[in-house]
Structures are given as C-alpha cells and as structure tokens.
C-alpha cells in the first residue's frame, strides 16, 4: 500500500524486505522525484509493482543487501536482519553522502517522535 504523506513524498506502509517476496510492516518516506517506480492502483496490480521493484533493486545490484537501511537510513527489523547494513562497493560519494543525509533526517524524526510521545503520554502503537 502507497499512499501520499504530504505534497511531493509518498510513503510505503508494506516493504519488500528479500527478493524472494517476503512482506514486512515498515513505513518509509522519500522525495517522489527519487522513487523509480509508484503504485498506482488504477495503472497495475500491487504484485505488478512489487516484482518490478524487485527488479529494479536487483537490476542495480542490491541483492543481499537491507533495501530499507539503504533507501531511508532505518532497518526496523535492525539486531534480527539478515540483510547487510552497509554501502555496495558500487555506490558513489554522493550515494553515500546523500544516505547518511537521509539517515540524519530519520534519527532526527524518531528523536522528534520520541520526545512527543515522552511529552504527551503515548504509547508505541506499532
């Protein structure tokens, strides 16, 4: 499922977390100028969109690797993911500079959501 955050980013609320087509609950957001593919249930199936992204990962030589720690700078399943948590040797300066860029502006988010939480008495949900 996609749906729009706010204006210019889209957030993905299942992730594809292996090529073999295993789902887990994720949340992730990113600049819709980045993303390579969007779901748009009317243009394809869900399943059409997932194996294209599979393709897409795989096409840039990301098997093996934790898409959600290389795409938005946060594993949710980091201590369990049997994935690897750091850079391919075919990624640039700049790829590398624009993730830990990312990666700051998620810790940044979770610190931010951590002290609302604190202040107002919530509970994790998820």
């Given at each position: 499922?996609?749906?729009?955050?706010e204006p210019?980013?889209?957030?993905?609320?299942?992730?594809?977390?292996?090529?073999?087509?295993?789902?887990?609950?994720?949340?992730?957001?990113?600049?819709?100028?980045?993303?390579?593919?969007?779901?748009?249930?009317?243009?394809?199936?869900?399943?059409?969109?997932?194996?294209?992204?599979?393709?897409?990962?795989?096409?840039?030589?990301?098997?093996?690797?934790?898409?959600d720690w290389?795409?938005?700078?946060?594993?949710?399943?980091?201590?369990?993911?049997?994935?690897?948590?750091?850079?391919?040797?075919?990624?640039?300066?700049?790829?590398?500079?624009?993730?830990?860029?990312?990666?700051?502006?998620?810790?940044?988010?979770?610190?931010?959501?951590?002290?609302?939480?604190?202040?107002?008495?919530?509970?994790?949900?998820?």
């Amino acid at each position: 499922t996609i749906r729009e955050q706010e204006p210019g980013y889209c957030g993905w609320v299942l992730r594809l977390t292996s090529p073999s087509g295993e789902m887990a609950p994720f949340q992730r957001f990113l600049l819709a100028a980045e993303s390579e593919r969007r779901y748009e249930p009317a243009a394809e199936s869900f399943d059409e969109w997932r194996d294209q992204y599979v393709a897409d990962g795989l096409r840039r030589g990301l098997a093996g690797y934790c898409w959600d720690w290389l795409d938005n700078g946060e594993c949710l399943d980091e201590g369990n993911c049997e994935y690897r948590h750091e850079y391919p040797p075919h990624w640039t300066a700049v790829q590398r500079r624009d993730h830990l860029q990312r990666q700051e502006v998620v810790d940044c988010q979770n610190e931010i959501e951590m002290h609302l939480d604190a202040l107002l008495g919530w509970e994790p949900s998820c």
